[in-house]
């Protein structure tokens, strides 16, 4: 069984940073791109930043120069740096990951982590 468990959440001021956490666990046999996502109150889920296993990356223009997503295969980890907090960043952060069993490869997604940005 494949889980994938975020951490790092919280509440800090504008202006500060938090790092988020994804761990990947279970009979994993790869994982392919690996991604945050977040929903902020009253609106849609949104990307914020992928990477691939080669560790090539993209962002949503919001959190481009704030944010840097990263990724340690050996752990299979991913973190999401966020630097510069704005309120607008206030939302819950998902991660995702495409991840390649024995008999299948599946898009798994992590419990919700509450990140307040406070004024």
């Known amino acids: 069984q494949v889980q994938l468990v975020g951490s790092g959440g919280g509440v800090v001021q504008a202006g500060g940073s938090l790092r988020l956490s994804c761990v990947a666990s279970?009979?994993?046999?790869?994982?392919?791109?690996m991604g945050w996502y977040r929903r902020a109150p009253g609106k849609e889920r949104e990307l914020v930043a992928t990477i691939t296993s080669a560790s090539s990356t993209k962002y949503a223009d919001s959190v481009k120069g704030r944010f840097t997503i990263s990724r340690d295969n050996a752990k299979n980890t991913m973190y999401l740096q966020m630097n510069s907090l704005k309120t607008e960043d206030t939302a819950v952060y998902y991660c995702?990951?495409?991840?390649?069993?024995?008999?299948?490869?599946?898009?798994?997604w992590g419990q919700g982590i509450q990140v307040t940005v406070s004024s």
């Open positions: 995702n990951a495409d991840i390649r069993e024995y008999y299948k490869t599946s898009i798994y």
């Open positions: 279970g009979s994993i046999l790869g994982i392919y791109t």
